[in-house]
């Protein structure tokens, strides 16, 4: 099972989604609340991240392996707290839960960026925190346009898993990705994740939070390698 980052789709693993089918793998595709092909989710509609893990505990009927990515990465660990998931393959999943108040008050205050007064300043904000300053701007009309398509499902999203206090995990069988220039706050989750779990951490050389788009081919291999 495949699981989007926020503001994305299941498109997003357009290039993942067949090497796991020539290694044996059946790739099943999931559109999260409000995405992709999922029903659009109106402004002023409550929606909760926990909305998603239950979708995801719903579709996981046999024993299965799921790949995530920043905000599919948090709802797929969650859902592994109760389904039948024999692996969890996930780069930089957004756990911020398990982040201390004190001992990580200097990564949570970076944090504060992520906000705006109109939706399009949300918007701005959020891509601009995750994948650097400008960011927003270099990204083509057509993916500006399906954020804002998104931009809600996108907000309420982000606005509850911040309210998550998840701090312990079982010993799951995970094995974690992040990127070199991943933000701080999150490389601190994966350290903090790895710590309490026992999972491994692969650190990309010269990726970001984007590493799955933007170092698609080195993340992808190491997804298979891990998997298997």
């Known amino acids: 099972?495949?699981?989007?980052?926020?503001?994305?789709?299941?498109?997003?693993?357009?290039?993942?989604?067949?090497?796991?089918?020539?290694?044996g793998y059946q790739a099943v595709l999931v559109d999260l609340t409000g995405h992709g092909k999922s029903p659009p989710l109106a402004e002023g509609t409550p929606m909760s991240w926990r909305d998603d893990v239950a979708k995801v505990i719903a579709l996981i009927t046999e024993p299965m392996k799921?790949?995530?990515?920043?905000?599919?990465?948090?709802?797929?660990l969650h859902a592994?707290?109760?389904?039948?998931?024999?692996?969890l393959v996930l780069y930089?999943?957004?756990?911020?839960?398990?982040?201390d108040p004190v001992a990580d008050a200097d990564v949570l205050a970076t944090l504060s960026t992520l906000g705006g007064a109109t939706t399009e300043a949300w918007l701005v904000a959020f891509v601009d925190y995750w994948g650097g300053a400008g960011a927003w701007n270099g990204l083509r009309d057509n993916a500006r346009d399906e954020f804002r398509r998104v931009a809600w499902a996108v907000?309420?999203?982000?606005?509850?898993?911040?309210a998550d206090q998840t701090k312990m995990y079982p010993k799951l069988p995970?094995?974690?990705?992040?990127?070199?220039?991943?933000?701080?706050?999150?490389?601190?989750?994966?350290?903090?994740?790895?710590?309490?779990?026992?999972a491994s951490i692969t650190r990309i050389a010269g990726a970001?939070?984007?590493?799955?788009?933007s170092h698609a081919d080195v993340v992808n291999a190491r997804v298979l390698e891990l998997l298997q």
Request: aromatic letters at 4%; a positive charge; charged letters at 15%.
């Open 1 to 23: 099972m495949l699981l989007h980052s926020s503001g994305m789709s299941s498109r997003q693993f357009s290039r993942l989604a067949p090497k796991l089918v020539e290694a």
């Open 66 to 76: 799921i790949v995530g990515h920043s905000y599919g990465g948090l709802v797929g």
């Open 174 to 198: 995970l094995a974690l990705l992040t990127g070199e220039l991943t933000p701080i706050a999150e490389q601190r989750v994966v350290e903090r994740l790895a710590a309490v779990t026992g």
């Open 80 to 87: 592994a707290l109760v389904a039948p998931v024999t692996k």
């Open 155 to 162: 907000r309420e999203g982000v606005a509850t898993l911040m």
């Open 208 to 213: 970001g939070h984007m590493g799955p788009l």
């Open 92 to 99: 930089d999943p957004v756990a911020f839960g398990i982040l």
